[in-house]
Every structure is written in C-alpha cells, then in structure tokens.
C-alpha cells in the first residue's frame, strides 16, 4: 500500500517536471506577414517577425525562420502593435460610475484602482477582440484627485506579470464634474484652491509620519510621478496649466477635448495630450481638433474611456481623426508608440521591433481603414483571440 | 479694372515695405469725442499704437498705411467699466463648504469662452470686475479682467483686486435643516441669522489682527485677511438696507477698514454718513422688473434716485449691472440715473474713470487719455440717450465687435 502510494507520487512528479521543461521551451514563432506596421522603423512588406519566448527577437524582410519554428502564414494581413488605451475604465463592476469615484472625499489620493479591476471581467475580454492589448486603468474624474491609476496588460490569464505599473500616476480632475453640491469643492475657484492647499501639503511632507495620501503626492509634487489631469474646455486646461507652472508636475492632460485652441501654448510646456474619443456623430468641428492640436507639437493618444464609449471605438477615433485632418502616420502613432512613451512602457510596447513584447495584431486590411477587421491577437506571443471563420 | 489694378499694386507695396518692424496704427476718427478725464473734442482724431493710445486732439495727421476707423457722425467714448458684471465663470461662483473663503481666487474659475463675455462686449463694457458669489460671508479675492485672451491669465488686468464680503441675509441662503433630523451636509452650518453673519466677519478680522504682528502666518485664510486689514488689498461689502450698511461702518470702525459698498440700494438713507467716511459706492445691479423680494432678497429694490441723492451728497457713484443676468446694461442705467436726477457728467463717470478709480485700474482704462489702453466704444450718438446703440467696441486697438 506504502509502496504504490510512493509510486502514484513519484509518477505525479516526473510528469509536472516533464510539463514544466515542456513549458519553458516555448516553440519559436515566425509571423510572416503582408505588411509590418512597425511604427518607429516604417512598413516592411513581406516581412517575417521571430519570436521567441514572448518576445520579438527578430523582424525584417528577410530574418531567418529557425528550424523547428511554428509558422504562422499572415501573408495577405496586416500587423500591427497592439494598441495602448491612454485611460480606460474597464473591468471595475457591473455599475462603473460608483466605482471609479469615491465622492466622499475630495481628495481619494492614496486609493488604488487596481484593488477594484477584475481580469476576468467582459469588457475585458472585449478589449482584446479590438486590438487593445495594454491600458491604462483610471480613476473617474468627480474628484479633484481621483486616486492612483494602473498600467495592465490585458492578457490576465497566461502571463503572470501583467501588471506592468500599480502606481502609473495619480488623476487630478480640474473639471466642473468634480465639483459637487454637498461636498467641498462647490466651485471651481473651490477646486483650485483646494488643489494648492493638498500640494503645498505634500510639499512638506516628511516620511517620518507616515501618511500614504501624502506619501504618493509627495512623488507627484517632486515630478516622479505623472499627474494625469483631466480638463476638457479650455478654461479647465487653463486651471491645469496654472497648477503645472505653479507646482512644476510632470503632467499629462487627459480628456483634453478643445486642447487645440490653444495648443501652442500646451505644446510650449511639452505637455502631451490623451484625446477624448471620437465618434460618428462627432460634430466636424470636433473631429477636425486632433489634427490642430497634433500639428502644434503636442504629443497626442487616443484614449477610449470606457465604459462611457466602446473599446472597439478607440481605433475608429483614429481613423476618424486622420480623416479629418491629422497625419496618417502620427494617427497610428496615437494608439501606440505615443500612449506606451507617456504611460512609460516605451521600453516594452508600442511598436515591433527587436526586444519589445511580441503584442501583437493582425488586421486583414490596413489599420487605419474602417473596413480592416482584426483577425489575431496575440500578447507576450500567446494567440489571444483569433477570428472564427464561419 | 485699371482702378484694382492700381489699388492691389498699391496694397503689396504697403504690405512689403510698412508691415514689417513696424507696429500697426490704428486712426478713429471721431465726430466727438468724450475723454471723460477732459473736455470733449469735436471732430477728433485718436491715434493706437501698439494697444495703446498714442495722440488724441483734433489737428493729428494721420500717418500713411494706418488702419482708419471713420467714426465721423459717431460719437467716441472710453470702454465703459462695470465694478460688478455678470460673471464669466463656468460653476458655481460660490465656494459652498465653508462661510469664510478668502483665499478663494475667482480668477481661477475664468471661463474665456464664456457667452457672458460676448454680451457684456456688446453693451461697451471693456473692463469689468468679477467678484465671488453672495452665499459666504467672506467669499473670497475678485479679478480686474478685460473680456480678450484665450486662458484667463490673458484676460487678467489686475488680480486680487478686492476681498468680497456679504452682509446681508444671502449668505444665509440654505442653511438650515429640518426639526428632529441629523444634520447630514455641510448647509447645516452658521450663520442662520444677520448677527451671525455679523459675529462672524468680526471673528474673522479678529483673528486676523492677532495674527498679523506675526512674521510668519501659517493659515492662507488670515494671511489674506491680514493684507486686508494692513489695507493691501481693498474690501468691497455687498449690503443693501440701510441698517445692514450701518452694521458694516460699525465693523469698518473697529478694525480700521476702509470700505468699498456694493448694491446699496437704501444708500440714499446714510448718504451723508458715506459722504462724510469718502466711501465710494458701487450701485447695481438694476432691474425693470425687481422680481420677487423673499427672505434673501430684502432690500433688493431699484430705487432709481438713489444714484443722483449720492453724488449729490458727495460720495463717488459707480454703476454696475451685477452678476445676475436679467439686469440691466449699465449704459442704460447712467440714462436712467440722469433720468431721475444724476448730473450728466457724474453719470458718464459713474461708468468709466469712477469705477475704474475704485477698482485702482485708473492708470489703464476709464477715460482716453495719451498713454491708456485703447479701450473705445463707438456710439450712433449721445450715450445718455435710450436709442443710441453701440456700433463698434475697440479693445486695445482691436476691433472686437461691431453691428452688422
């Protein structure tokens, strides 16, 4: 009894070490492809991209396909890196309002929205079939700071390491939806205020007295964290400005809508910008801003903020906006290269080339056409989502 | 054909040779001119250079390639100054979660593309004044602005012009709660009555005169409070009825404080009191229709009258048409003023050089003088005359209006 008992065990673990060996070889993966979308290195055409181990090791018009590599035919496609939402709400709870603001206090710095996101959520699962493989999740924009927002991969199930930032930044919202009736602030001279008093805070701050909404203010005031400020019309912008000069944050406006009017002046603070979506029913003169505020200088992404519009929404924005007058290249640029700079994860993601995460995404026409539909999705080389033929 | 011809060589020799390095005149040449600070000129000239006015008087010769505005048959008159206009602010105006917010700045809520703006443009207002709103007892720092610039900072002409104190029962406005419930919000608060909002003006001051021998004062709130009381910063006191402006002087008295009074619609009542003190008065705002008079709106009448009964006595009148819409343009009301016995000139003061002088931007706008800002409005005749309409508003030096 003893015996077979040792045995069933001695077999349990000679298979788990076989699997493991199993796993950590990793066939290597060539992707031979139509067009190559690199973004920093311009388009290959019939080119081929190696990867191995969930990164891209190689990519060309004639790297060589090592032997034994699964080859997957992509010949008459397109790919391109997987996109990069600037913000995003996703995968909070079935009623998202209530969870990205906590309204009781103005001032929720030291509140994580990572505790509140659940990678097994639909909207998730969603955002892959669209071609986002990495987001920033945010705090909403009812509070004058909102909390801390993440950078996650959205690949929740097989990679272990994706989360890439817990604390990517802190939201700041100088817009008039954060201002309420039965809370302080009630106006917006209230919020701005409100902002100096909690910086000047955090200013002398000391680590000695432990305060973890200080704490994390304290980084934003020193400029090693990024403030994203969400400010739509101008004046909002205006009031993000005073508190940047003031403070000298190293800022990002998000949701920054009417930015073009005075985009000189945001491009003069090397400010970059998170566009608010765009859809069909935009108003020409909406969709005619990107293109102005991207002209200037400024660094621009889109950003789907979702739940409020789709995820699938994110590369139409684009396409919308390069239809209307932003550059073509600078379009795809928005949804990839420029988001992973101003989140910092240049390093990993935004365009393929060698070392970079192989997130990738396979469209069966070019990006920036509204007819292209997404036919792979691939994050850390692991096939994603795949378009079923019917 | 040969005309154009001649016209658009003409033009391109112009652009070529004057336009570069070389600041843009403007000429106005006015049928009449009234500089308020002097008398006025008929058949006039005045010269913009670069925002400003350079040369006003009636031989000017006007220089070659300068922009001339004909104004011939129109009557020209400073920018008017409203000491207390509708407020282009985007929100609310009020910082509702405490009573006493000095260091509250309005300027931070400007809304350059705000509509207001536009309108208040269209009445010949250049320059106004935007203070917070009347539901805190200290409501915070008003802002000088001109209605031009495309971020606030642009539209500034003087920041932390003024501290706004409410006195009567506005402030008041919300705050009570129910019998027998559980105060759930920040409305259950002080004051609920005029000696409370009273008591808390004097504690406020109180506490800022034992701060303010300090050196270092560590709350924003008394270090702004304490400007105020070292007359730094001037304070501009909203009281209507007669007993509530008595209160005010009270308080002024005991703390050394100069006054500035807003609306002040029983001022009549005290007249001599405010002529004897040198407080100046800003009057306004002003309705055809005075709509309801409940609790918070005690004393909120239009007594017309009162205007020429202050001048009279000898306190320096401001008209300004508030931050409320619905009220009336303050060019119409210096017609009614007149109308009901203000002196002509008093009247074309109380909405230029007076107020400017009260909200201390003399040096800049109220009258046309060589060396001010080029703030003009271009009326079709007599501004004390109910027909007449603003055809044109300059604002340093650039069109910013005109009627079609």
Redesign the interface.
């Given at each position: 009894m003893k015996i077979r008992r040792f045995l069933s065990l001695l077999v349990i673990l000679s298979c788990s070490i076989c699997l493991e060996s199993l796993g950590e070889e990793t066939p290597i993966l060539a992707i031979s492809a139509g067009k190559i979308w690199t973004i920093t290195d311009g388009i290959i055409t019939d080119g081929v991209i190696i990867i191995n181990n969930g990164k891209i090791q190689a990519v060309g018009e004639n790297a060589d396909v090592p032997e034994g590599a699964k080859v997957l035919d992509m010949s008459d496609k397109n790919v391109m890196p997987g996109m990069i939402d600037a913000h995003c709400h996703i995968g909070l709870s079935v009623n998202v309002q209530r969870e990205m603001d906590e309204t009781v206090a103005a001032v929720a710095a030291d509140m994580q929205i990572l505790d509140a996101f659940d990678p097994y959520a639909n909207d998730v699962k969603k955002a892959l079939r669209s071609g986002v493989t990495t987001v920033l999740l945010a705090p909403g924009y009812r509070n004058p700071i909102g909390g801390q927002a993440a950078v996650v991969k959205l690949d929740t199930s097989r990679a272990n390491d994706w989360v890439l930032k817990r604390t990517a930044g802190v939201d700041f919202s100088v817009m008039?939806q954060a201002?309420m009736?039965?809370?302080?602030?009630?106006?917006?001279?209230?919020?701005?205020?409100l902002l100096r008093?909690e910086l000047d805070r955090a200013k002398a701050y000391k680590p000695e007295k432990f305060n973890p909404r200080r704490e994390v203010l304290k980084r934003v005031v020193d400029a090693n964290l990024p403030a994203y400020i969400w400010a739509h019309?101008?004046?909002?912008?205006?009031?993000a400005?005073?508190i940047v000069d003031e403070y000298g944050l190293n800022a990002v406006l998000v949701a920054a809508g009417q930015g073009d009017?005075?985009a000189d002046?945001i491009a003069q603070r090397n400010l970059p910008a998170i566009y608010p979506p765009l859809l069909l029913s935009s108003r020409d003169k909406d969709l005619q801003r990107p293109g102005k505020i991207a002209g200037s200088g400024v660094k621009l992404a889109f950003a789907s903020l979702a739940p409020k519009t789709d995820l699938y929404d994110l590369r139409t924005s684009a396409i919308l906006a390069a239809k209307y007058g932003l550059d073509k290249e600078a379009a795809i640029k928005s949804l990839t290269i420029n988001p992973a700079e101003i989140l910092g994860v240049s390093d990993r993601l935004g365009s393929i080339s060698r070392g970079k995460d192989a997130d990738l995404v396979v469209l069966n026409g070019e990006p920036l056409q509204v007819t292209s539909g997404i036919e792979l999705v691939m994050v850390n080389g692991n096939i994603v989502y795949q378009r079923q033929e019917e | 054909m040969r005309n154009c011809v001649i016209l658009l060589t003409f033009l391109l020799l112009v652009s070529v040779f004057v336009a570069p390095g070389r600041a843009e005149i403007t000429a106005v040449k006015a049928g009449k001119i009234l500089t308020i600070s002097s008398e006025p000129v008929e058949d006039g000239v005045i010269l913009i250079e670069d925002g400003k006015i350079a040369e006003i008087g009636t031989e000017i010769e006007i220089p070659e390639g300068a922009v001339v505005v004909d104004a011939a048959k129109s009557v020209v008159m400073p920018g008017l100054v409203d000491a207390g206009a509708a407020a282009p602010v985007r929100g609310d105006l009020n910082e509702q979660s405490s009573e006493i917010t000095p260091t509250l700045r309005i300027s931070d809520a400007l809304d350059p593309q705000s509509k207001t703006l536009k309108r208040v443009v269209q009445t010949g207002v250049t320059t106004l004044f935007v203070s917070p709103g009347r539901r805190n007892v200290i409501g915070g720092l008003g802002v000088v602005v001109k209605p031009t610039g495309k971020i606030p900072r642009q539209m500034i002409v003087k920041d932390e012009a003024a501290l706004t104190v409410v006195m009567d029962l506005d402030s008041t406005q919300g705050n009570r709660i129910p019998r027998f419930q559980v105060p759930a919000d920040f409305y259950y608060r002080r004051p609920g009555t005029r000696m409370a909002i009273i008591w808390m003006l004097r504690k406020s001051f109180f506490d800022a005169r034992r701060q303010s021998d300090s050196e270092q004062i560590e709350d924003p709130n008394l270090a702004v409070l304490s400007a105020v009381l070292k007359d730094e910063i001037p304070i501009h006191v909203n009281v209507r009825r007669a007993i509530t402006i008595r209160a005010a002087l009270k308080v002024a008295d005991e703390y050394g404080l100069n006054l500035i009074l807003q609306e002040c619609t029983e001022g009549y009542k005290v007249a001599g009191q405010l002529a004897e003190r040198k407080i100046p008065v800003v009057l306004g705002p002003f309705y055809y229709y005075p709509g309801s008079m409940g609790q918070y709106r005690e004393g909120r009448k239009v007594n017309w009258n009162n205007a020429g009964i202050l001048a009279e006595a000898g306190v320096k009148v401001a008209l300004a048409s508030g931050e409320q819409s619905g009220a009336i343009d303050i060019l119409t009301a210096a017609v009614f003023a007149v109308r009901h016995g203000m002196d002509r000139d008093e009247a074309l003061k109380a909405i230029t050089i007076t107020p400017a002088e009260i909200l201390g931007v003399a040096g800049r706008v109220g009258s046309l003088e060589k060396g001010k800002d080029a703030d003009i409005i271009i009326l079709s005749g007599d501004p004390l005359n109910v027909t007449t309409r603003v055809e044109k508003v300059i604002l340093n030096g650039k069109t910013v209006y005109k009627i079609d």
């Open positions: 008039n201002l009736f039965n809370r302080e602030p009630t106006s917006r001279a209230g919020l701005v205020e008093e019309n101008v004046d909002e912008i205006a009031s400005m005073t009017e005075i002046m | -």
